[in-house]
């Protein structure tokens, strides 16, 4: 019977276990996890990024809308009083500007500087009183142009005599 079990090494206990190991192998299979892992991470990225730049445009299209329909309900009148109130001051300036270089160079002559003094005077005065009522004025409720709308006078009924 000893010679069947003689194929067979005996097992023995206490033998440290050697394992070999393929650390090239594991080092790539790191390196693949880590890049997938980066993959993953610049895709998440760039999917917030495109998000938040189409919120973006979004927002900035909203607003380009309520410009565009805050114009278009504007009323000719409140267009007038926004050129009036936005540019005045501008053709105030250049008139007196215009003026005082034409004066300097002598381009107006001697005897006629009281004459275009009193035009642009008049032209200023002008201008600068409308700009005035532009700005203090605000629209007017009724359609008149007055603060108050207009009075009618009560209707009175004719009645029917009572006696007949």
Same mark, same amino acid.
């Given at each position: 019977?000893?010679?069947?079990?003689?194929?067979?090494?005996? $097992?023995?206990?206490?033998?440290?276990?050697?394992?070999?190991?393929?650390?090239?192998?594991?080092?790539?299979?790191?390196?693949?996890?880590? +890049?997938?892992a980066?993959?993953?991470?610049?895709?998440?990225?760039?999917?917030?990024?495109?998000?938040?730049?189409?919120?973006?445009?979004?927002?900035?299209?909203?607003?380009?809308?309520?410009?565009?329909?805050?114009?278009?309900?504007?009323?000719?009148?409140? +267009?007038?009083?926004?050129?009036?109130?936005?540019?005045?001051p501008?053709?105030?300036?250049?008139?007196?500007?215009?003026?005082?270089?034409?004066?300097?160079?002598?381009?107006?002559?001697?005897?006629?500087?009281?004459?275009?003094?009193?035009?642009?005077?008049?032209?200023?005065?002008?201008?600068?009183?409308?700009?005035?009522?532009?700005?203090?004025?605000?629209? $007017?409720?009724?359609?008149?142009?007055?603060?108050?709308?207009?009075?009618? +006078?009560p209707?009175?009924? $004719?009645?029917? $005599?009572?006696?007949?």
């Amino acid at each position: 019977m000893a010679a069947d079990h003689d194929e067979f090494p005996e $097992p023995e206990e206490n033998k440290a276990t050697v394992i070999v190991r393929d650390t090239k192998a594991a080092d790539q299979a790191r390196r693949a996890q880590a +890049k997938e892992a980066q993959a993953r991470y610049k895709a998440i990225v760039e999917r917030e990024r495109q998000a938040a730049q189409a919120a973006e445009r979004q927002r900035v299209q909203q607003a380009k809308l309520e410009l565009a329909k805050m114009r278009i309900q504007q009323s000719a009148t409140e +267009k007038a009083r926004a050129h009036i109130a936005v540019a005045g001051p501008l053709y105030l300036l250049i008139l007196v500007t215009l003026f005082l270089a034409l004066m300097m160079t002598g381009a107006v002559n001697q005897d006629q500087i009281s004459v275009a003094s009193v035009l642009i005077t008049t032209i200023i005065t002008m201008i600068g009183s409308n700009l005035r009522s532009v700005l203090s004025e605000g629209e $007017p409720e009724n359609g008149n142009g007055h603060d108050k709308p207009k009075k009618s +006078k009560p209707k009175v009924e $004719p009645t029917a $005599p009572e006696g007949d």
